[in-house]
């Protein structure tokens, strides 16, 4: 069965740094990869997704994916206080998309 | 801009009762699901429907069913709840169920006493 897991499990970091959040899966088969985020009380809300290896760039966010290393990473470029919230990986099982294990992140000014 | 819509927000309920979620996305996705959420904010699949079909249902009790009529509406239904269903179950909708983006509602909150 798939396993998706997060690291670190929480992280404080300043305003204006850059923020590395990890996913690893057991599926080498796995094709879809995607990151949501969870405001406190709020829906889980897509981010970004990838497909294939490489990197994929929007804003001040950056998914990497290496299906070998069945590691998959998103970076925040200029961290944000909003960005302060739940992050979760999702690696598509499927029919689904199972989830990790979550990233809480907060962004002190 | 909600496009998966959930009620009840929050319900408190006794051992023992039956509960009942609705879930309605206005998306024209095709297919839904049922997510539950724990105290450790672990998301975990419970159900999907592709086009009103069950396609799939992870090991959960049998004491829960989903029940969907159309496309747009996937319901849940807890016949005899128990303390540990105590938990925010997300409903979730996407263009197909394949590689798609996962759309989610506010979620039902359930608090078992």
């Known amino acids: 069965q798939q396993k998706v897991q997060q690291s670190p499990e929480s992280l404080i970091v300043p305003e204006g740094a850059m923020t590395s959040l990890n996913c690893t899966f057991s599926d080498s088969a796995s094709q879809y990869f995607a990151w949501y985020r969870q405001h406190s009380g709020k829906a889980p809300k897509a981010l970004m997704s990838?497909?294939?290896?490489g990197e994929k760039e929007e804003g001040r966010f950056t998914i990497h994916l290496n299906k070998a290393s069945l590691h998959f990473s998103l970076h925040i470029r200029d961290s944000q206080p909003s960005d302060s919230a739940l992050y979760l990986c999702?690696?598509?099982?499927?029919?689904?998309?199972?989830f990790g294990t979550g990233t809480k992140l907060q962004v002190v000014p | 801009e909600t496009a998966v819509f959930q009620t009840p927000n929050y319900h408190v309920t006794q051992v023992g009762n039956e509960v009942s979620f609705n879930c309605k996305q206005t998306l024209g996705h095709d297919t839904m699901y049922w997510y539950k959420q724990d105290s450790k904010k672990l998301l975990k699949i419970m159900f999907s429907y592709n086009n009103k079909q069950l396609i799939v249902n992870e090991t959960v009790p049998r004491r829960f069913s989903p029940q969907s009529s159309d496309k747009a509406h996937l319901n849940l239904r807890i016949k005899s709840v128990e303390p540990e269903d105590s938990a925010v179950y997300l409903c979730?909708?996407?263009?197909?169920?394949?590689?798609?983006?996962?759309?989610f509602g506010h979620g039902t909150k359930l608090s078992v006493l």
């Open positions: 990838i497909f294939s290896n």
């Open positions: 979730a909708s996407s263009r197909d169920h394949s590689n798609e983006r996962l759309f």
């Open positions: 999702a690696v598509n099982s499927g029919t689904y998309q199972r």
